[in-house]
């Protein structure tokens, strides 16, 4: 069975600050996607990794993908308020499977000015 | 282009009763999940649906059912609420076309079981 762990569960930092969210999975997986979601909000895509080595960036976010270590980290660089969120972590066994995405806890960003 | 919608957004419904929720997907896909969200949680994978049929399934008791119609909407109907059902529902729509795995996730949603 696939599970999803991110860590830290919470984070509260203050803007202008950097900081690394951490996604490990246990099971061979070569997909891994990073969601965020605001209250009340549906999940809104962020990034899309597809294979070992796979750094995406967007602004000041930015993601990479270590299938050998089950590894995958979110990177915020410089913090802004607008990017208070709750972060989603998922992974998706190739080929597909019997559980669609397995998605982690989350975690749940504050930024403070 | 809308995007994935869903109704209703909020419904309250008591032990025992049924629901059935709506779902229309991204103009241009084709494929559409259900999951599950729990308050404080991440979602869960209720099911998959592609071409009208159950393509893949998780862990979730048979009470919980759904369809996909030619136009590639899809209902998803629970049977028997429990309380435990109280949940934000969330439709996401995919296509074969796009990223490998890349979902596109509808409002939600949320059901309250009293």
């Known amino acids: 069975e696939l599970k999803v762990e991110q860590n830290p569960l919470f984070l509260s930092m203050q803007e202008g600050k950097n900081y690394t969210i951490y996604c490990n999975y246990s099971?061979?997986?070569?997909?891994l996607y990073w969601y965020r979601q605001d209250p009340g909000k549906s999940l809104e895509s962020l990034f899309v990794?597809?294979?070992?080595?796979a750094v995406k960036q967007e602004g000041r976010l930015m993601a990479s993908l270590d299938t050998k270590a089950r590894l995958s980290t979110l990177h915020i660089t410089a913090a802004v308020h607008d990017l208070s969120a709750t972060y989603f972590c998922?992974?998706?066994?190739?080929?597909?499977?019997?559980?669609?995405?397995?998605f982690g806890k989350g975690t749940h960003l504050i930024i403070q000015p | 282009d809308a995007g994935v919608t869903q109704s209703p957004t909020h419904l309250i419904k008591t032990r025992g009763q049924q629901v059935t929720l709506r779902c229309s997907p991204k103009s241009g896909h084709d494929t559409v999940s259900w999951y599950q969200q729990a308050l404080g949680q991440g979602p869960q994978f209720i099911f998959q649906?592609?071409?009208?049929?159950?393509?893949q399934r998780g862990n979730f008791p048979d009470r919980f059912s759904g369809h996909q119609f030619p136009n590639y909407s899809s209902e998803l109907n629970v049977n028997a609420l429990l309380l435990g059902d109280s949940a934000l529902y969330l439709c996401?729509?995919?296509?074969?076309?796009?990223?490998?795995?890349?979902?596109?996730f509808g409002e939600g949603s949320r059901l309250t079981v009293l």
């Open positions: 990794l597809l294979s070992n080595g």
């Open positions: 998922a992974a998706d066994r190739m080929g597909g499977g019997a559980d669609g995405l397995t």
């Open positions: 099971t061979t997986s070569d997909r």
């Open positions: 996401a729509s995919s296509s074969e076309l796009g990223l490998p795995g890349e979902l596109f």
């Open positions: 649906y592609y071409e009208e049929e159950e393509r």
